[in-house]
């Protein structure tokens, strides 16, 4: 769970003595402040120059460091840029073809007439598809941009760099071709039509952003209509990393996860996919609380119990997690010692991890590394490796589980950019997804 918040380079000169650079990071902190990538761009004699990363909570916050900085001795903000704006200019994703086009040999191989017999070759055997072009290693990357990150119902063109973004990591992770799909309409009807008409370009579906409650139909008819994998990543790409937090925890705090009771705050689209996971995977009571009578029913469906209140809740479970987006919505009192706490909510989650451990938790975590990049580029590459017309609950646990096992002693989960992950998770979701397919051929 994001919310909104604000990036910027701090360009910052320092005297060349050891401890002005911490000086300049608690001046950061003390005003509320989150340092990320710190760079060195020039060291001389008497000064050194860096650039650091800077993330707020607004512009407000960001002038009230700039002015804690300066006003240290010998030290100065030498410019505020905007390397997040920078970054997208001109987009972050181009088409580019595999094959180089030097000769008239080479345009009659690529173009007419030697692809003529390609397409007769497809058109006798659609199947074929798949292995002479790129439709079997593209993903469609589908909005209606009604919930993009933290910023609610600003629409599919605004949400096009959430979009971009995606494409890059499916590419860079899983070698996977995305393609952003704008759509100018959340009616579930237009929105299911819209995709079926264009599904056969694809070899598989992944659903952004879209908000609830009208997610939850949109999804569940293209599974039932299409025989291509279809995952909205914002329900279960976060179900699988949050299943993988969830076990580390209990692997840390010597909590058996399937005879643990499990308390979910919040259920909307990322909240209900959680608590689905979690009975999914064996765990023998999942509850939940929420204030939108649609989400209880939801919740009760799949086999979870409703809770009244926050309090209740908290009283009743051994393992917290929360998807509220709501800060500070967990107070210190109500936790329970020995309890597992994951506050999910990033940057601001329902409770600081210290805040927890003081309050007697066992464990607790924020949202900041539980991160959807995770899961979705190996669970697609997978699936398409094995060429599965879905996306099934037994390859999602066993992403989770390929997550788990790639997590260094420590840590909750592995680092988003370690290639491993992805590759472990690509073949974990394949190995079952062959196993499903040779199950149906079998019966």
Known sequence: ??????????????????????????????????????????IGTLSTVRDISCTCEDLAQLDEIVKAINKLKYISVRAVSDDVMKAHE?????????????????????????????CQEIHRSPEKAHYFTSIGNTVAIVTDGTAILG?????????????????????????????????????????????????QGFGGILLEDIGSPHCFEIEERLKKDLTIPVMHDDQHGTAVVTLAAALSACRYTGINLKQAVVGQIGLGAAGLAISRMLLEYGVKEVCGS???????????????????SIEELMEHCDIIIATTGVSGLIKPELVR??????????????????DALEAG????????????????????????????????????????????DATHNGDLVPHPLDPNVHAAVAKAVERVALKEMNEKVTI
């Open 1 to 42: 769970m994001s919310v909104q918040n604000i990036m910027r380079n701090l360009i910052v000169e320092t005297p060349s003595q050891p401890g002005n650079l911490a000086k300049v990071a608690k001046a950061i902190g003390d005003q509320g402040g989150n340092i990320g990538d710190i760079k060195t761009l020039k």
């Open 90 to 118: 001109g987009g972050k994703i181009h088409m580019t073809s595999k094959i180089d086009v030097r000769s008239v040999g080479d345009l009659r191989r690529i173009y007419t007439p030697g692809v003529a017999s390609v």
């Open 151 to 199: 910023l609610g119902n600003i629409g599919s063109v605004a949400g096009m760099p959430v979009m971009e973004g995606k494409a890059v990591l499916f590419d860079q992770f899983a070698g996977i071709s995305g393609v952003p799909i704008l759509l100018n309409t959340s009616d579930p009807d237009e929105v299911v039509e819209t995709i079926g008409h264009i599904a």
């Open 290 to 308: 929420d204030l939108q009578e649609s989400s209880l029913v939801r919740l009760r469906s799949f086999g979870g119990t409703v809770m009244n």
């Open 337 to 354: 010692k020995g309890q597992i706490i994951l506050a999910l909510s990033n940057p601001f989650p329902e409770i600081t991890p210290e």
């Open 361 to 404: 938790a066992a464990y607790a975590a924020d949202g900041r590394l539980v991160n959807n990049v995770l899961g979705f580029p190996g669970i697609f590459r997978g699936a398409l490796n094995a060429s599965a017309q879905s996306i099934t609950y037994p390859m999602l646990l066993a992403a989770a589980k390929a997550i788990v």
